[in-house]
């Protein structure tokens, strides 16, 4: 079972900022927060990942509470390309042989930017 | 483009032909994954391959055969399909070294079987 609690659904205005909330209360100290997103019909994208710190790359930003219970991923200024399914994964250090680095995903937070 | 290929895009088979789903990557990674995406449902993962072995097949059916010649190719051999087997199949590769597991994805093929 997927470790992370998001909203199913969500609608953010063309150019305002998305900010999408995910859970992860159960999360451990050697794992991984990790956002792929999926474009209809289309395979996922890598966004964005950390693991203490916030991130910042060209696509977004990750904001992670101290605690690390909780995580935001951002758009800083949404388009109507921007509108997806959001997977927020946690996940631990791929070691050989073993499934702690495997990707377990759940059902997402479908994103609509609406103009 | 994420430096995985996936051939074909689109594929439709009859419950007894043989047919097989081909993965290349050029991204100089080590581990290779099959992801099966039924409609309405999240992804799952099939097989993982790490170093051209296999580390693990999560349950999954003998008529779904997966093969990973090299580093860089990964193939999923079909036979004797069922309707319920129609999915996205999404192939995805990473490297096996810290800070470098970042897995991307191919953008899959589209299975319908009749």
């Known amino acids: 079972d997927a470790k992370t609690t998001q909203p199913p659904s969500m609608d953010c205005a063309e150019g305002r900022a998305a900010n999408l909330p995910c859970n992860h209360s159960?999360?451990?100290?050697?794992?991984?927060v990790y956002w792929y997103r999926q474009i209809h019909s289309q395979g996922p994208q890598y966004i964005i990942h950390?693991?203490?710190n916030n991130e910042t790359n060209e696509m977004a930003s990750l904001i992670i509470t101290e605690d690390r219970k909780s995580s935001t991923l951002i758009l800083p200024h949404a388009t109507l390309r921007d509108t997806a399914v959001y997977y927020c994964?946690?996940?631990?250090?791929?070691?050989?042989?073993?499934?702690?680095?495997?990707?377990?995903f759940g059902k997402g937070t479908k994103l609509s930017v609406k103009p | 483009e994420t430096g995985v290929t996936q051939t074909p895009r689109h594929l439709v088979m009859g419950m007894t032909n043989k047919k097989s789903l081909k993965c290349e990557q050029h991204?100089?990674?080590?581990?290779m994954y099959w992801y099966k995406q039924s409609a309405k449902k999240p992804l799952e993962l099939m097989f993982v391959y790490n170093f051209k072995e296999q580390t693990e097949n999560n349950s999954v059916p003998s008529r779904f055969s997966p093969e990973c010649p090299n580093s860089s190719h990964l193939f999923l051999h079909l036979h004797t399909l069922q309707p319920e087997d129609s999915a996205l199949y999404l192939c995805?590769?990473?490297?096996?070294?810290?800070?470098?597991?970042?897995?991307?994805f191919g953008p899959g093929t589209r299975l319908l079987v009749l």
């Open positions: 991204l100089g990674h080590n581990a």
């Open positions: 950390g693991l203490k």
């Open positions: 994964i946690v996940r631990g250090y791929m070691n050989y042989g073993g499934s702690q680095g495997n990707l377990i």
């Open positions: 159960t999360i451990s100290g050697n794992e991984y």
């Open positions: 995805a590769s990473s490297q096996d070294r810290p800070g470098r597991e970042t897995q991307y």
